[in-house]
Protein backbone atom coordinates (compact mmCIF):
# COMPACT_ATOMS: atom_id res chain seq x y z
CA UNK A 1 0.00 0.00 0.00
CA UNK A 2 1.25 3.24 -1.11
CA UNK A 3 0.72 5.96 1.62
CA UNK A 4 1.34 9.50 -0.24
CA UNK A 5 3.24 11.95 1.51
CA UNK A 6 1.27 14.84 3.47
CA UNK A 7 4.34 16.98 3.72
CA UNK A 8 2.39 18.13 7.14
CA UNK A 9 2.74 16.12 9.42
CA UNK A 10 -0.67 14.34 11.00
CA UNK A 11 0.63 13.98 14.41
CA UNK A 12 1.20 18.20 14.51
CA UNK A 13 -1.17 19.67 12.70
CA UNK A 14 -4.35 21.26 14.46
CA UNK A 15 -6.14 22.08 11.28
CA UNK A 16 -6.13 25.45 12.32
CA UNK A 17 -5.91 26.75 8.48
CA UNK A 18 -3.23 29.44 8.88
CA UNK A 19 -1.40 27.84 6.41
CA UNK A 20 -4.05 28.40 3.64
CA UNK A 21 -5.10 31.46 4.29
CA UNK A 22 -1.84 32.58 3.93
CA UNK A 23 -0.90 30.59 1.04
CA UNK A 24 -0.03 32.51 -2.04
CA UNK A 25 -0.51 29.81 -4.63
CA UNK A 26 -3.96 29.27 -5.97
CA UNK A 27 -5.84 26.27 -8.42
CA UNK A 28 -8.52 24.95 -9.66
CA UNK A 29 -10.22 23.12 -6.95
CA UNK A 30 -11.15 19.09 -7.94
CA UNK A 31 -13.45 18.56 -5.04
CA UNK A 32 -15.47 21.28 -6.32
CA UNK A 33 -14.64 20.22 -10.25
CA UNK A 34 -12.66 22.78 -10.90
CA UNK A 35 -15.84 25.37 -10.39
CA UNK A 36 -13.77 26.72 -7.34
CA UNK A 37 -10.37 27.36 -6.10
CA UNK A 38 -8.26 25.95 -3.67
CA UNK A 39 -4.60 26.87 -2.45
CA UNK A 40 -1.49 24.50 -2.87
CA UNK A 41 -1.70 23.64 0.86
CA UNK A 42 -5.10 22.38 1.87
CA UNK A 43 -7.68 19.85 2.85
CA UNK A 44 -9.31 18.06 0.08
CA UNK A 45 -12.69 18.69 1.28
CA UNK A 46 -13.85 20.13 5.24
CA UNK A 47 -15.15 16.59 6.57
CA UNK A 48 -12.06 14.84 5.25
CA UNK A 49 -11.02 12.33 8.40
CA UNK A 50 -8.39 12.68 9.57
CA UNK A 51 -8.79 16.80 9.58
CA UNK A 52 -5.28 18.07 8.71
CA UNK A 53 -3.95 19.82 5.74
CA UNK A 54 -1.67 18.49 2.82
CA UNK A 55 0.53 20.22 0.02
CA UNK A 56 -0.11 19.08 -3.37
CA UNK A 57 3.87 19.27 -4.57
CA UNK A 58 2.63 20.30 -8.54
CA UNK A 59 1.88 23.52 -7.35
CA UNK A 60 3.36 24.35 -4.19
CA UNK A 61 5.95 27.24 -5.29
CA UNK A 62 8.65 25.14 -2.79
CA UNK A 63 8.14 22.21 -4.62
CA UNK A 64 8.30 24.04 -7.89
CA UNK A 65 11.79 25.42 -7.00
CA UNK A 66 10.83 28.91 -6.23
CA UNK A 67 11.32 30.98 -3.08
CA UNK A 68 8.28 30.42 -0.50
CA UNK A 69 8.01 28.81 3.02
CA UNK A 70 5.16 31.02 4.36
CA UNK A 71 3.14 27.82 5.56
CA UNK A 72 6.29 27.01 7.38
CA UNK A 73 6.58 30.08 8.87
CA UNK A 74 3.03 30.90 9.96
CA UNK A 75 2.64 27.26 11.40
CA UNK A 76 2.68 27.30 14.91
CA UNK A 77 2.40 23.86 15.18
CA UNK A 78 5.85 22.66 13.32
CA UNK A 79 3.93 20.54 11.16
CA UNK A 80 5.37 21.60 7.88
CA UNK A 81 7.76 18.97 6.40
CA UNK A 82 8.81 19.69 3.29
CA UNK A 83 11.22 16.17 3.38
CA UNK A 84 8.23 14.01 4.07
CA UNK A 85 8.16 10.61 1.37
CA UNK A 86 5.67 8.59 0.29
CA UNK A 87 5.62 5.13 1.96
CA UNK A 88 5.17 1.72 1.14
CA UNK A 89 3.45 -0.06 3.80
CA UNK A 90 3.42 -4.14 3.84
CA UNK A 91 0.46 -4.93 5.54
CA UNK A 92 -0.05 -9.03 5.87
CA UNK A 93 -4.36 -9.23 6.47
CA UNK A 94 -6.59 -11.82 6.68
CA UNK A 95 -9.27 -9.97 4.21
CA UNK A 96 -9.81 -7.48 1.81
CA UNK A 97 -12.83 -5.49 1.25
CA UNK A 98 -12.72 -3.85 -1.96
CA UNK A 99 -14.78 -0.49 -1.68
CA UNK A 100 -13.32 1.15 -4.99
CA UNK A 101 -16.79 3.60 -5.33
CA UNK A 102 -17.26 4.67 -9.13
CA UNK A 103 -16.52 7.64 -11.78
CA UNK A 104 -19.10 9.77 -13.28
CA UNK A 105 -19.71 8.62 -16.89
CA UNK A 106 -17.77 11.23 -18.95
CA UNK A 107 -20.78 13.33 -20.94
CA UNK A 108 -18.88 14.73 -23.98
CA UNK A 109 -19.36 11.40 -25.21
CA UNK A 110 -22.73 12.68 -26.20
CA UNK A 111 -21.84 15.46 -28.25
CA UNK A 112 -25.33 16.54 -29.27
CA UNK A 113 -25.73 16.97 -25.26
CA UNK A 114 -23.12 19.81 -25.62
CA UNK A 115 -21.55 19.25 -21.92
CA UNK A 116 -18.27 20.70 -22.20
CA UNK A 117 -18.97 23.18 -25.26
CA UNK A 118 -22.07 24.60 -23.95
CA UNK A 119 -21.17 26.49 -20.72
CA UNK A 120 -24.88 25.97 -19.06
CA UNK A 121 -25.18 22.06 -19.59
CA UNK A 122 -23.22 20.82 -16.27
CA UNK A 123 -23.22 17.12 -14.48
CA UNK A 124 -25.06 16.38 -11.80
CA UNK A 125 -22.04 16.40 -9.75
CA UNK A 126 -21.17 19.79 -10.68
CA UNK A 127 -24.72 21.24 -9.91
CA UNK A 128 -24.71 19.60 -6.71
CA UNK A 129 -21.55 21.69 -6.02
CA UNK A 130 -23.26 24.90 -6.88
CA UNK A 131 -26.12 23.48 -4.76
CA UNK A 132 -23.79 23.53 -1.88
CA UNK A 133 -23.38 26.28 1.16
CA UNK A 134 -20.43 25.16 1.21
CA UNK A 135 -19.67 25.12 -2.51
CA UNK A 136 -18.31 27.61 -5.12
CA UNK A 137 -20.72 29.94 -5.29
CA UNK A 138 -22.25 29.58 -1.70
CA UNK A 139 -25.30 27.65 -2.57
CA UNK A 140 -26.51 29.81 -5.23
CA UNK A 141 -27.25 28.11 -8.32
CA UNK A 142 -25.23 30.38 -10.86
CA UNK A 143 -25.14 30.15 -14.46
CA UNK A 144 -21.94 29.23 -15.11
CA UNK A 145 -21.62 31.66 -17.99
CA UNK A 146 -22.76 34.07 -15.55
CA UNK A 147 -19.69 33.02 -13.19
CA UNK A 148 -16.91 33.03 -15.94
CA UNK A 149 -18.28 36.65 -16.75
CA UNK A 150 -17.45 37.92 -13.48
CA UNK A 151 -14.42 36.10 -13.18
CA UNK A 152 -13.40 38.03 -16.50
CA UNK A 153 -14.76 41.08 -15.21
CA UNK A 154 -12.23 40.37 -12.11
CA UNK A 155 -9.10 39.61 -14.54
CA UNK A 156 -9.95 42.83 -16.93
CA UNK A 157 -10.09 45.25 -14.13
CA UNK A 158 -6.77 44.12 -12.74
CA UNK A 159 -5.13 44.31 -15.84
CA UNK A 160 -6.60 47.47 -17.02
CA UNK A 161 -5.63 49.06 -13.49
CA UNK A 162 -1.73 48.04 -14.64
CA UNK A 163 -2.43 49.64 -18.05
CA UNK A 164 -3.65 52.79 -16.45
CA UNK A 165 -0.46 53.15 -14.43
CA UNK A 166 1.84 53.01 -16.53
CA UNK A 167 -0.29 55.99 -18.50
CA UNK A 168 -0.14 57.65 -15.45
CA UNK A 169 3.83 57.34 -15.91
CA UNK A 170 3.94 59.04 -19.01
CA UNK A 171 1.16 61.81 -18.09
CA UNK A 172 3.57 62.27 -15.22
CA UNK A 173 6.98 62.04 -17.44
CA UNK A 174 5.43 64.75 -19.86
CA UNK A 175 3.31 66.77 -17.80
CA UNK A 176 0.25 65.88 -20.08
CA UNK A 177 -2.85 63.77 -19.59
CA UNK A 178 -3.37 61.17 -21.95
CA UNK A 179 -6.68 62.26 -23.59
CA UNK A 180 -4.85 65.87 -24.45
CA UNK A 181 -1.50 64.02 -26.10
CA UNK A 182 -4.08 61.40 -27.96
CA UNK A 183 -5.61 64.56 -29.34
CA UNK A 184 -2.38 66.25 -29.80
CA UNK A 185 -0.79 63.30 -31.52
CA UNK A 186 -3.16 61.77 -34.05
CA UNK A 187 -3.45 65.39 -35.07
CA UNK A 188 0.23 65.31 -35.71
CA UNK A 189 0.91 68.29 -33.59
CA UNK A 190 3.30 65.71 -31.62
CA UNK A 191 5.26 62.98 -33.10
CA UNK A 192 8.91 62.92 -32.30
CA UNK A 193 10.42 60.55 -29.60
CA UNK A 194 10.25 57.06 -29.70
CA UNK A 195 7.96 56.33 -26.94
CA UNK A 196 4.39 58.59 -28.45
CA UNK A 197 3.80 55.66 -30.58
CA UNK A 198 3.67 53.19 -27.75
CA UNK A 199 1.50 55.49 -25.78
CA UNK A 200 -0.85 56.30 -28.61
CA UNK A 201 -1.23 52.59 -28.67
CA UNK A 202 -1.65 51.89 -24.98
CA UNK A 203 -3.86 54.79 -24.92
CA UNK A 204 -6.25 52.85 -27.48
CA UNK A 205 -6.06 49.50 -26.12
CA UNK A 206 -7.01 51.00 -22.26
CA UNK A 207 -9.98 52.85 -23.76
CA UNK A 208 -10.93 49.43 -25.72
CA UNK A 209 -10.41 47.22 -22.53
CA UNK A 210 -13.02 49.74 -21.15
CA UNK A 211 -15.23 50.19 -23.03
CA UNK A 212 -15.49 45.95 -23.16
CA UNK A 213 -15.46 46.04 -19.44
CA UNK A 214 -18.48 48.74 -19.06
CA UNK A 215 -20.41 46.40 -21.34
CA UNK A 216 -19.71 43.65 -19.68
CA UNK A 217 -20.45 44.85 -16.35
CA UNK A 218 -23.70 45.81 -17.97
CA UNK A 219 -24.31 42.88 -18.56
CA UNK A 220 -23.68 41.48 -15.56
CA UNK A 221 -26.19 43.63 -13.85
CA UNK A 222 -29.09 41.34 -15.70
CA UNK A 223 -27.39 37.98 -14.15
CA UNK A 224 -29.81 36.59 -11.83
CA UNK A 225 -30.32 32.93 -10.20
CA UNK A 226 -30.69 30.07 -12.46
CA UNK A 227 -34.60 29.26 -12.03
CA UNK A 228 -35.49 27.81 -15.56
CA UNK A 229 -33.80 23.54 -14.67
CA UNK A 230 -34.06 20.90 -17.15
CA UNK A 231 -32.86 17.90 -15.62
CA UNK A 232 -31.68 15.20 -18.11
CA UNK A 233 -32.02 11.51 -16.91
CA UNK A 234 -30.26 8.46 -17.98
CA UNK A 235 -27.38 10.10 -19.75
CA UNK A 236 -24.81 7.29 -20.24
CA UNK A 237 -26.81 4.74 -18.80
CA UNK A 238 -29.97 2.79 -20.23
CA UNK A 239 -28.33 3.52 -23.31
CA UNK A 240 -27.41 1.03 -25.92
CA UNK A 241 -24.24 2.97 -27.08
CA UNK A 242 -22.81 3.56 -23.55
CA UNK A 243 -24.03 1.05 -20.57
CA UNK A 244 -27.02 -0.61 -21.06
CA UNK A 245 -27.88 -1.06 -17.01
CA UNK A 246 -29.59 1.71 -15.18
CA UNK A 247 -27.56 3.83 -13.03
CA UNK A 248 -30.21 3.64 -10.25
CA UNK A 249 -29.42 5.94 -7.89
CA UNK A 250 -29.91 8.96 -10.55
CA UNK A 251 -33.46 9.57 -10.73
CA UNK A 252 -33.70 10.29 -6.69
CA UNK A 253 -30.98 12.83 -6.83
CA UNK A 254 -32.82 14.50 -9.82
CA UNK A 255 -35.58 14.74 -7.74
CA UNK A 256 -33.80 15.66 -4.59
CA UNK A 257 -31.48 18.51 -6.30
CA UNK A 258 -34.67 19.70 -7.98
CA UNK A 259 -36.51 20.18 -4.68
CA UNK A 260 -33.50 21.47 -3.09
CA UNK A 261 -32.99 24.36 -5.79
CA UNK A 262 -37.00 24.85 -5.12
CA UNK A 263 -36.30 25.73 -1.71
CA UNK A 264 -33.33 27.94 -2.27
CA UNK A 265 -35.56 30.02 -4.39
CA UNK A 266 -39.36 29.51 -5.07
CA UNK A 267 -39.04 31.31 -8.45
CA UNK A 268 -37.38 27.98 -9.95
CA UNK A 269 -39.49 25.77 -12.35
CA UNK A 270 -37.95 22.28 -12.78
CA UNK A 271 -38.83 20.24 -15.66
CA UNK A 272 -37.39 16.48 -15.05
CA UNK A 273 -36.94 14.61 -18.81
CA UNK A 274 -37.13 10.70 -18.38
CA UNK A 275 -38.18 7.73 -20.06
CA UNK A 276 -39.33 6.42 -16.67
CA UNK A 277 -38.61 8.21 -12.65
CA UNK A 278 -37.02 4.80 -11.06
CA UNK A 279 -37.76 5.34 -7.57
CA UNK A 280 -37.46 2.23 -5.90
CA UNK A 281 -36.78 1.99 -2.66
CA UNK A 282 -38.94 2.48 0.84
CA UNK A 283 -41.02 5.91 0.34
CA UNK A 284 -38.91 6.93 -2.92
CA UNK A 285 -42.04 6.59 -4.59
CA UNK A 286 -43.99 8.57 -2.53
CA UNK A 287 -41.22 11.39 -2.54
CA UNK A 288 -41.89 11.51 -6.40
CA UNK A 289 -45.38 11.93 -6.06
CA UNK A 290 -45.03 14.76 -3.30
CA UNK A 291 -42.11 15.93 -5.44
CA UNK A 292 -45.58 17.00 -8.16
CA UNK A 293 -47.90 17.44 -5.82
CA UNK A 294 -46.87 19.88 -3.16
CA UNK A 295 -43.29 21.22 -4.58
CA UNK A 296 -44.61 21.64 -8.47
CA UNK A 297 -41.72 19.41 -10.06
CA UNK A 298 -42.40 19.45 -13.83
CA UNK A 299 -42.17 15.40 -15.14
CA UNK A 300 -42.13 15.41 -19.03
CA UNK A 301 -41.72 11.48 -20.35
CA UNK A 302 -39.71 11.44 -23.20
CA UNK A 303 -35.85 11.16 -24.35
CA UNK A 304 -33.50 14.45 -24.89
CA UNK A 305 -32.23 14.62 -28.17
CA UNK A 306 -30.45 17.58 -28.23
CA UNK A 307 -29.30 20.37 -26.85
CA UNK A 308 -28.58 23.46 -28.32
CA UNK A 309 -28.01 26.84 -27.31
CA UNK A 310 -29.52 30.71 -27.64
CA UNK A 311 -27.58 34.02 -27.98
CA UNK A 312 -28.07 34.22 -24.31
CA UNK A 313 -25.72 31.02 -23.98
CA UNK A 314 -29.04 29.64 -22.25
CA UNK A 315 -29.60 25.70 -23.25
CA UNK A 316 -32.49 24.61 -25.83
CA UNK A 317 -33.50 21.55 -25.07
CA UNK A 318 -34.72 19.60 -27.81
CA UNK A 319 -37.47 16.30 -27.29
CA UNK A 320 -40.14 14.01 -27.84
CA UNK A 321 -42.56 14.32 -25.77
CA UNK A 322 -44.12 11.08 -25.35
CA UNK A 323 -46.92 11.47 -23.54
CA UNK A 324 -48.63 13.84 -26.33
CA UNK A 325 -46.12 12.22 -29.32
CA UNK A 326 -44.97 15.70 -30.36
CA UNK A 327 -41.79 16.63 -30.49
CA UNK A 328 -41.09 20.42 -28.86
CA UNK A 329 -38.25 22.49 -27.49
CA UNK A 330 -37.62 24.28 -24.51
CA UNK A 331 -35.53 27.04 -22.92
CA UNK A 332 -34.11 26.78 -19.57
CA UNK A 333 -30.77 28.70 -17.59
CA UNK A 334 -28.86 25.26 -16.96
CA UNK A 335 -29.50 21.92 -18.02
CA UNK A 336 -28.07 19.06 -15.52
CA UNK A 337 -27.10 16.00 -16.82
CA UNK A 338 -28.08 12.79 -14.65
CA UNK A 339 -24.85 11.08 -15.49
CA UNK A 340 -24.32 7.16 -15.59
CA UNK A 341 -22.30 5.11 -12.42
CA UNK A 342 -19.12 3.62 -14.34
CA UNK A 343 -16.93 1.15 -12.78
CA UNK A 344 -13.73 3.48 -12.24
CA UNK A 345 -10.95 3.47 -14.30
CA UNK A 346 -7.96 1.05 -13.09
CA UNK A 347 -10.34 -1.62 -11.99
CA UNK A 348 -9.55 -3.98 -14.68
CA UNK A 349 -5.93 -4.03 -13.22
CA UNK A 350 -7.24 -4.25 -9.75
CA UNK A 351 -9.14 -6.86 -10.81
CA UNK A 352 -5.55 -8.37 -12.22
CA UNK A 353 -3.80 -8.17 -9.46
CA UNK A 354 -5.95 -9.94 -6.89
CA UNK A 355 -7.49 -12.10 -9.60
CA UNK A 356 -10.92 -11.70 -8.96
CA UNK A 357 -13.25 -11.42 -12.21
CA UNK A 358 -15.50 -8.11 -13.14
CA UNK A 359 -18.74 -8.91 -14.79
CA UNK A 360 -19.95 -7.70 -18.04
CA UNK A 361 -20.37 -4.04 -17.46
CA UNK A 362 -16.49 -4.25 -15.41
CA UNK A 363 -17.73 -4.13 -11.76
CA UNK A 364 -16.68 -7.13 -9.40
CA UNK A 365 -18.23 -10.06 -10.43
CA UNK A 366 -20.30 -11.65 -6.88
CA UNK A 367 -21.50 -14.92 -6.03
CA UNK A 368 -25.68 -14.23 -6.82
CA UNK A 369 -26.29 -15.76 -2.71
CA UNK A 370 -23.25 -14.20 -1.67
CA UNK A 371 -23.59 -10.74 -2.88
CA UNK A 372 -20.35 -9.26 -1.24
CA UNK A 373 -18.18 -12.41 -1.84
CA UNK A 374 -15.69 -11.79 -4.93
CA UNK A 375 -14.77 -14.54 -6.76
CA UNK A 376 -11.63 -15.28 -4.67
CA UNK A 377 -12.14 -16.34 -0.93
CA UNK A 378 -11.30 -13.96 1.50
CA UNK A 379 -11.95 -10.71 -0.74
CA UNK A 380 -15.19 -9.02 -0.51
CA UNK A 381 -17.06 -6.24 -2.01
CA UNK A 382 -19.48 -3.35 -1.16
CA UNK A 383 -20.81 0.23 -3.02
CA UNK A 384 -20.52 1.04 -6.03
CA UNK A 385 -17.59 -0.98 -6.84
CA UNK A 386 -19.74 -3.98 -6.93
CA UNK A 387 -23.07 -2.31 -9.10
CA UNK A 388 -24.34 0.93 -9.03
CA UNK A 389 -26.30 1.92 -5.59
CA UNK A 390 -27.20 4.67 -2.95
CA UNK A 391 -25.76 5.52 -0.10
CA UNK A 392 -27.69 3.93 2.39
CA UNK A 393 -27.27 0.67 0.47
CA UNK A 394 -23.50 1.41 0.24
CA UNK A 395 -23.44 1.93 4.08
CA UNK A 396 -25.88 -1.31 4.58
CA UNK A 397 -23.03 -3.63 2.39
CA UNK A 398 -20.13 -1.80 4.05
CA UNK A 399 -21.46 -3.48 7.34
CA UNK A 400 -22.13 -6.73 5.80
CA UNK A 401 -18.37 -6.93 4.38
CA UNK A 402 -16.92 -5.69 7.68
CA UNK A 403 -19.06 -8.90 9.11
CA UNK A 404 -17.69 -11.25 6.22
CA UNK A 405 -14.32 -10.43 6.21
CA UNK A 406 -14.54 -10.69 10.14
CA UNK A 407 -15.77 -14.40 9.68
CA UNK A 408 -12.61 -15.15 7.91
CA UNK A 409 -10.26 -13.47 10.39
CA UNK A 410 -11.68 -14.80 13.22
CA UNK A 411 -11.69 -18.26 11.40
CA UNK A 412 -15.61 -18.73 10.56
C1 LIG B 1 -24.58 13.76 -8.45
C2 LIG B 1 -24.80 12.65 -7.49
C3 LIG B 1 -25.60 12.85 -6.38
C4 LIG B 1 -25.83 11.81 -5.48
N1 LIG B 1 -26.66 12.03 -4.42
C5 LIG B 1 -26.96 11.01 -3.59
C6 LIG B 1 -27.87 11.18 -2.49
O1 LIG B 1 -28.37 12.29 -2.27
N2 LIG B 1 -28.15 10.12 -1.71
C7 LIG B 1 -27.61 8.89 -1.92
O2 LIG B 1 -27.92 7.95 -1.19
N3 LIG B 1 -26.73 8.68 -2.94
C8 LIG B 1 -26.39 9.71 -3.77
N4 LIG B 1 -25.50 9.50 -4.80
C9 LIG B 1 -24.86 8.16 -4.92
C10 LIG B 1 -23.59 8.08 -4.04
O3 LIG B 1 -22.61 8.93 -4.57
C11 LIG B 1 -23.08 6.64 -3.97
O4 LIG B 1 -24.09 5.81 -3.51
C12 LIG B 1 -21.91 6.51 -3.02
O5 LIG B 1 -20.92 7.47 -3.26
C13 LIG B 1 -21.28 5.12 -3.15
O6 LIG B 1 -20.29 5.01 -2.17
P1 LIG B 1 -18.97 4.12 -2.41
O7 LIG B 1 -18.21 4.20 -1.13
O8 LIG B 1 -19.33 2.80 -2.94
O9 LIG B 1 -18.14 4.84 -3.58
P2 LIG B 1 -17.43 6.28 -3.63
O10 LIG B 1 -18.23 7.31 -2.96
O11 LIG B 1 -17.06 6.46 -5.06
O12 LIG B 1 -16.09 6.06 -2.76
C14 LIG B 1 -14.99 5.28 -3.19
C15 LIG B 1 -13.72 5.90 -2.67
O13 LIG B 1 -12.62 5.01 -2.91
C16 LIG B 1 -11.52 5.77 -3.32
N5 LIG B 1 -10.60 4.89 -4.06
C17 LIG B 1 -10.81 4.31 -5.27
N6 LIG B 1 -9.74 3.56 -5.61
C18 LIG B 1 -8.86 3.64 -4.60
C19 LIG B 1 -7.56 3.08 -4.37
N7 LIG B 1 -6.99 2.28 -5.25
N8 LIG B 1 -6.93 3.40 -3.21
C20 LIG B 1 -7.50 4.22 -2.31
N9 LIG B 1 -8.73 4.79 -2.47
C21 LIG B 1 -9.38 4.49 -3.60
C22 LIG B 1 -12.14 6.87 -4.16
O14 LIG B 1 -11.26 7.96 -4.27
C23 LIG B 1 -13.40 7.21 -3.38
O15 LIG B 1 -13.15 8.20 -2.42
C24 LIG B 1 -25.25 10.52 -5.70
C25 LIG B 1 -24.42 10.32 -6.82
C26 LIG B 1 -24.21 11.37 -7.71
C27 LIG B 1 -23.36 11.14 -8.93
S1 LIG C 1 5.44 26.65 0.48
FE1 LIG C 1 3.89 25.95 -0.97
S2 LIG C 1 2.13 25.37 0.29
FE2 LIG C 1 3.50 26.60 1.58
S3 LIG C 1 2.69 28.68 1.40
FE3 LIG C 1 4.28 28.47 -0.19
S4 LIG C 1 3.18 27.79 -2.04
FE4 LIG C 1 1.79 27.51 -0.29
S1 LIG D 1 -31.89 5.79 -12.02
FE1 LIG D 1 -33.22 6.93 -13.38
S2 LIG D 1 -31.83 8.33 -14.48
FE2 LIG D 1 -30.56 6.79 -13.51
S3 LIG D 1 -30.26 5.32 -15.15
FE3 LIG D 1 -31.98 4.59 -13.89
S4 LIG D 1 -33.78 5.40 -14.88
FE4 LIG D 1 -32.02 6.51 -15.72
Excluded at 19 to 34: D, F, I, R
Excluded at 120 to 135: D, I, K, T, Y
Excluded at 233 to 239: F, H, L
Excluded at 348 to 353: F, Q, T
Amino acid sequence: MRKKARYVNEDLCTGCGACAEKCPTSVANEYELGLGKRKAIYKFYAQGIPSVFCIDPNSCRTFQGKKCGVCEKVCEAKAIDYKQEDKILELNVGAIILSTGYDLFDATRIPEYGYGRLPNVVNAMEFERLLSASGPTEGHVERLSDIRDHHLIKTSEKKLKKSSKSLASYEKKHKMSSDDFYKQFTAGNISDGDEFPKWAKQYESVQEATKELEELKAKAEKFDIATRLAFIQCVGSRDFRFNKYCSSYCCMHSLKEAMMAKDHDARTEAYIFNMDLRTVGKGFEEYKVRGAEQIGLHYVRGRVAEITQDENENPIIWYEETTSQTTKHMTVDLAILAVACEAPKGIEKMAEMLGADLDENRFFKTDLLNPLDTTVPGIFVCGCAQRPMDIPESVAQASSAACRAAEVVAGG
